[in-house]
Structure formats: structure tokens, C-alpha cells
């Protein structure tokens, strides 16, 4: 793999750009590999990457049944953060955000990180408390934020109307490192370095079935035939109720369907991340001058990737009022991701009842911003056999011995 | 959008006069039960890519719970049902079969 740099470029530019190379491979399946990943979206890739990096297992397979970074990874609204209540959540995002911070260095693959700061709006009197005890919280964890006044807010968000008559802006919890990435840019950065590394992605591979002998994972069957593997990771998100069926085995999970949309592009208006949790909406501006707004999920199962109408409504109409300048643009796109919740909003880390297979899954409304740390804790929770620190408090045991970590109650439902 | 028949009022309703109450059928298990049947009770789910039965409210209506079944790979509705059973009624499941013929059946 040649280098991206400013020579490089220059080096191209002087002969017609005719030198590119393609960012990664595109082989056939191989007979067997050490480690199968299943699932080339970030956090399947960034799975296979650290597990190359970090430990030194290169023999991997990434098997996507569709494109690369075609599912969650290139739906969301690209938000990161780390100002999580509960501390083993703060660990793992915090984790996530510091690898972001020199991701592209690392990758050599300009993942446009952008920490442009991250407001969270109180607009009741139980998100001031809730975000003050947030505040107090990230403090002892080490992760820095805190809680500005109206004033200051208004300052940072000048389009925000902060004396609304519904939604009154009375403060915010304020997270300066937190930000913005280009989604794609991720996923392409770490195929890119798997390839790199001598791992083989393979597209328009669907997995049909897991096959296991004695209690133990031997490889699986997928629309390019059989592969064999030693060890199996199901990194799929929305789908990992049905990679899990195939396994025999069931996850304390259910798919909904989750909507973001985008304006037509307008000139910078909004230099920070704003996240209006009371209303489920959340709202950035992308490079292209586009306005980035989320929603809430609905509250059904669903694996169509197309949303319920109303909660773009019903968002859109609260953000119309917090934002009163964005009454009269146009929405662009509307689209729909399958996210993976389970019920205390935390995600899933953890060995199976099948040996060899692990899961990294439950990530939910928010795992953009996990990619690198889940990555991390993955790869070594599938190099090692068992979690490291990371990992070892997202265990699927945590449900049968009623050890939550609680994020459904501490962030609201917007992560 | 999503719309349901109520098996009570007999409306055919949309999804925001609904509160969605997520898989229908569990089998409830209490205190006295083994760790691995409380377990699945409580946290485990099927969470099927395809024929779903889940629980619907009619909030907005008569408050009375129901059952649908309906398909999550497509959102098209096989019917709904009132929520006194244990277990999908025989015509219900029979109409399914015959819509979706590779369908294992309810389990």
C-alpha cells in the first residue's frame, strides 16, 4: 500500500492521477481463517484491525452480505461523545474518543475527526439535575465537561432560541472534545488498514449459517460457499438476532428501525453538535453545509430500514422551535438504520453459549462514536478469550445477574 | 405508516393511537423458577427477520391490549387478535402459511 501524503498528490497530479491504487482488496474467500469477523461495518472493521495491530492475528476474514460500511456506519448522524453517566460506559467511549482524536494519523486515512464541541440542552428542571450529576460524574471518571449557564449557550449557538415558550433553554451540559467524524471515512480508513495488514474483506457475502461441532464454532456457510474459521465474531448490529439464531442461541435484544435526515446545504450556521434529548432531536452541521438532524427510534420491531413518518414530525417540529431560522428549509434525504437495543442501552461485549463465538452488538442509537474502543475491546476480548477491562462489564452474564449499566435512565434516549 | 386493527373497537387504526408492548406469548416465569428460565423471560427475545407476534395497545382508544402479527422484513400486517390466548389462533396461522409457504411455523 503506498502512503497517502502531500507528495503523494503532487506525485499524482504530475501524471494525470493515473497511480492511484484501490484503498483495499477485493479477494475470493480462502478455505479457513484464524478469526472470521462478521460484519464490515466500523465496528467490525476496527475488530479486525486492532486485531492485527494490537495482537498480532492478521489471518481474518471480514464478511459483509452487503457493501462496506453500508449499514449503521453510513447512517448515522456521526456524532461522538463521551460524557456518559455510568463509568464503565465512560471508559469505553472515552476509550473510543481518544482513538478518534489521532485516528488519522494512525489509519493514514483522514477520517475528518472534528471536535467541535457538544452541547447537551437542559430544557426541563430534571435534566438540570440530571446533567449536573452528569457533570459531577464525568469529572471523577476523568472525562472532561461541564455545565454552562443560558448565557453561554446562546453565545456558542447563536441560532438557538433559548426563551422558547414550549422549550426553554436553561443550560447545558458541555462536552469540548466531543464532535464530529466522516462516517465513511472511518469504515474506508479501517478496511483500509485490514487490507494493509493481509486480511481479506469480502462484500456481497452473505452468512446462510453457523455451523458448530461439540459445542464449538468450526466456520460458517455463506453465498460464496462454506468457510471455515477458529474463531467467529458477529459484529452485525441490526442483525445479530439472526446471526445468533443460526448459532442457537438468543440475545436480550430487539431491532427498530432509527431515522435521521438532512437540509439543503446553507452556510455556516451552527459550529457545535446540539442535542436536545427532551425532544429526540439532535442537530450538526455537515462540511457540505447540510443540517444534520436525528430522531428518535420507533418503538416496534423492524428490519425494513425505512422509519415511521410521525418521528420525523414530531422532530422536526420541536427542533423548528428551538432553531427558529430552520422553519423554512427544505429536508434533502430521509433514511433509516436497524439499531440494536437492549434494555438497559448499553451495548454487548461478551463470550456466547457457543464456544469461539463472541458478540460485539447492542450498541444501539449510538455506536458511531464506539467504533475505535469497541474495536479495541473486541479484538482483545477475540485474541484473548476473555474480556479485558474494557469489555468485562458488558458481559451478556450482566442480565442474569441483574449487574445493568443503566444508560436507558441516565442519557435519555438520544445517544 | 403502520396501521392496525383494533380486535375490540373493530377501527383500523394508526401507529400513533398505539403503544407498541413488544413480543407477545411469553411464558412468565417467578420467583421459584431456575436462573436460565427467568433469564430468558425476561431478557431474551426472538426478534425474528420475518413472521413477529407482538403485543399493541390501543392507547388512544378503548386502552385495551391486543396481539398482531404482522412480518418485520416487510411491515405488511397478517392480522391481530384479542390478547385472552396463549398462543396464535388457528386460522391466523394458517393465513400466514399460506402467504409466507417457507414460514416454520409458531414456536
Known amino acids: 500500500m503506498r502512503r497517502y501524503s502531500m507528495f503523494a498528490v503532487a506525485r499524482e497530479a504530475a501524471r494525470f492521477h493515473a497511480g492511484w491504487e484501490r484503498a483495499w482488496r477485493s479477494p475470493e474467500p480462502k478455505k479457513r481463517y484464524d478469526v472470521i469477523v462478521v460484519g464490515a461495518g466500523g465496528h467490525g472493521l476496527a475488530t479486525a484491525y486492532y486485531l492485527g495491530k494490537v495482537h498480532g492475528i492478521t489471518n481474518v476474514a471480514v464478511i459483509e452480505k452487503g457493501w462496506l460500511g453500508g449499514g449503521n456506519t453510513g447512517r448515522n448522524t456521526t456524532i461522538i461523545r463521551s460524557n456518559y453517566l455510568q463509568d464503565p460506559s465512560a471508559a469505553i467511549y472515552d476509550k473510543a474518543l481518544k482513538l478518534y482524536e489521532d485516528l488519522s494519523q494512525d489509519l493514514n486515512y483522514n477520517v475528518m475527526f472534528s471536535p467541535r464541541g457538544l452541547l447537551m440542552l437542559a430544557q426541563s428542571e430534571h435534566e438540570i439535575r440530571g446533567y449536573k450529576r452528569t457533570v459531577y460524574a464525568n469529572n471523577l471518571q ?14 456558542l449557538v447563536p441560532i438557538l432560541n433559548i426563551e422558547g415558550p414550549r422549550y426553554p433553554v436553561l443550560g447545558a451540559l458541555l462536552q469540548e472534545r466531543g464532535g464530529t467524524a466522516r462516517h465513511d471515512a472511518v469504515a474506508w480508513g479501517y478496511a483500509r488498514g485490514c487490507s494493509n495488514m493481509g486480511m481479506d474483506i469480502i462484500q456481497q457475502c452473505e452468512v446462510t449459517g453457523v455451523r458448530t461441532e461439540g459445542g464449538k464454532v468450526v466456520g460458517v456457510d455463506t453465498t460464496k460457499g462454506a468457510i471455515d474459521c477458529g474463531k467467529l465474531a458477529i459484529v452485525v448490529a441490526g442483525h445479530s438476532s439472526v446471526l445468533a439464531e443460526m448459532a442457537g442461541f438468543r440475545l436480550p435484544i430487539e431491532s427498530m428501525a432509527l431515522q435521521a435526515w438532512v ?26 453545509g447540510e443540517l444534520v438532524i436525528g430522531g428518535g427510534t420507533d418503538g416496534f420491531n423492524n428490519y425494513t ?5 410521525h418521528h420525523v414530525e414530531e422532530t422536526t417540529r420541536a427542533l423548528v422551535e428551538t432553531f427558529p431560522i430552520i422553519s423554512r428549509l427544505k429536508m434533502l434525504r430521509q433514511w433509516g438504520g436497524i439499531v440494536d437495543m437492549t434494555g438497559d442501552r448499553s451495548p454487548i461485549i461478551s463470550k456466547t453459549p457457543v464456544e469461539n463465538i463472541f458478540v460485539d452488538c447492542g450498541w444501539g442509537t449510538g455506536g458511531f ?40 435512565v441516565a442519557a435519555g434516549v438520544a445517544h | 405508516m403502520l396501521t392496525l386493527q383494533c380486535p375490540y373497537c373493530g377501527v383500523t387504526v394508526e401507529e400513533t393511537e398505539l403503544a407498541p408492548g413488544g413480543e407477545a406469548h411469553l411464558k412468565r416465569f417467578g420467583p ?15 426478534n425474528p427477520k420475518g413472521v413477529h407476534f407482538e403485543r399493541w395497545r390501543h392507547a388512544y382508544g378503548c386502552g385495551k391490549w391486543f396481539l398482531a402479527a404482522r412480518c418485520t422484513a416487510t411491515l405488511e400486517v397478517f392480522g391481530t387478535y384479542p390478547a385472552q390466548t396463549t398462543e396464535p389462533p388457528a386460522d391466523l396461522i394458517a393465513k400466514i402459511k399460506e402467504k409466507r409457504p417457507t414460514w416454520e411455523g409458531y414456536k
Do not use: C
Not at chain 1, 450556521?269 to 457540505?288: C, E, F, P, R, W
Not at chain 2, 430468558?40 to 426472538?46: E, L, N, T
Open chain 1, 142 to 155: 476523568g472525562v472532561e465537561t461541564r455545565w454552562i449557564e443560558p448565557a453561554e449557550v446562546k453565545d
Open chain 1, 263 to 288: 437540509s439543503e446545504p446553507i452556510k455556516p450556521t451552527i459550529d457545535v453538535v446540539v442535542m436536545a434529548n427532551l425532544v429526540h432531536g439532535y442537530m450538526s452541521q455537515s462540511d457540505k
Open chain 1, 369 to 408: 462514536k464506539a467504533i475505535p474502543g469497541s474495536g479495541w475491546a473486541m479484538a482483545e476480548l477475540v485474541a484473548k478469550g476473555e474480556p479485558g477491562p474494557l469489555a468485562a462489564d458488558f458481559g451478556l452474564n450482566r442480565f442474569r445477574e441483574g449487574r445493568f449499566i443503566d444508560e436507558s
Open chain 2, 32 to 46: 421459584g423458577s431456575s436462573d436460565d428460565d427467568f433469564e430468558a423471560y425476561m431478557f431474551a427475545r426472538k
Open chain 1, 305 to 309: 430500514q425505512r422509519g415511521s413518518w
